[in-house]
């Protein structure tokens, strides 16, 4: 291995950590500056984290919605300079600077493949480039391949929460990809929803005390199908679920897809699929490691991505960046619902 320096005699520690023990709320996450920095393994590089990102993933495998096997090192995506190279590896440098898609970023340290791991360019802000990771890159997949090419240019696609994270960047790359896009968001994020370019804005308001859209205080189904001239979307890119399901399926187009990519309201509930009969409709339930399964895809996805950005046709938003100390405050502000694009950690 090359970097770190390792003294054989002596545990070598993070020096943050966020450790789960137990699955449950925001107190089953353990601030620690004990655990040891992981080991480089074959075709790995350890990576020096100067920030995490925190997705909502983040609190399903912190509250026991996807199950992990306890304990572990919460976080998916981050962001450094790479400390150490494993065996094996060729290509990647002490020094680089990288964003990767990895469990265990909320920690100092993070062994990485190499196959989950980009390299960013000088002219790409390392926190604009982990916000690229799993929010740019789902994105990227749910506009490009998850529907399967039953939306066209011109055909419509709903795409709820347009100003949060994944929202954003979806609806940005959906108007690249040339669909009319009809995006939601609760009327606290307005200001943001507006600057993603939909051609219609629907804003929601909220329930009592609560950051993010109520989707029973109006008809949804009904505006939606009078914007589409009752035709209805080729395609919905639905991450917010329980509160959404059944709009999502109301207003698909003959033939269209409703993508279900995430839970933010909870899980969708058990269906049967004579519901699909009704449109002839097609259902999907992708995860974005299907979808940068294969170095050569991470790649394309990525310098496609980077492209957008760097000639500036996508905007960036980073909302929040919290220490990582303060893991919990971090966890709460995204399930109140009230992120307006990427949410980090600093290390
Ligand atoms: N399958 C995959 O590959 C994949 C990858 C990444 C993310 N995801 C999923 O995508 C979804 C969004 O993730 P994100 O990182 O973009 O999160 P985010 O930036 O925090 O956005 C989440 C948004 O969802 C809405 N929301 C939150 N809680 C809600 C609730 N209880 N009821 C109704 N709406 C609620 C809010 O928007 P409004 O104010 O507009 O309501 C909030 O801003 C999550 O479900 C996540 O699991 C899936």
Redesign the pocket.
Known sequence: MQGLARDSRKCVCCEQAVVVNRVGDTSAMTYAEDQPVPLVGVHQVLVKNQFAG????D??HRSGLYKRDLPFILGGDGGGEIAAVGSGVTGWNVGDKVAYMADGSYAEYTAVSVGKLVKVPEQVDLKNAIAAM??GL?AH??VTSAHCGLIQEGEWCLI??????????AAQMAKLRGYKVIG???A??EEM?KTVGCDELIL?D?PEG??????ASTDLAAKIMEITNNVGCKCVID??????WEISLKVLARRGIWIS??????VVPDFSPLKLAVKSAFLT?????D?VASREELDGRWSEVVDWITTGKLAMSI?RVFPLAEAAEGHKY??????????LFQL
């Open positions: 925190l997705n909502f993933i609190t399903y799993v929010q789902t997949y749910l709820y929460s347009v100003g949060s994270g994944t929202g954003q960047w939601t968001c609760s606290a994020k929803g929601l909220s609560k950051s993010y859209a109520d989707y991450g917010i679920g329980k509160s959404t990519f995430g839970n933010a309201s909870g339930r992708p995860k974005l490691g979808y909302d995204i399930e109140s619902g009230q992120t307006k694009g990427k949410t």
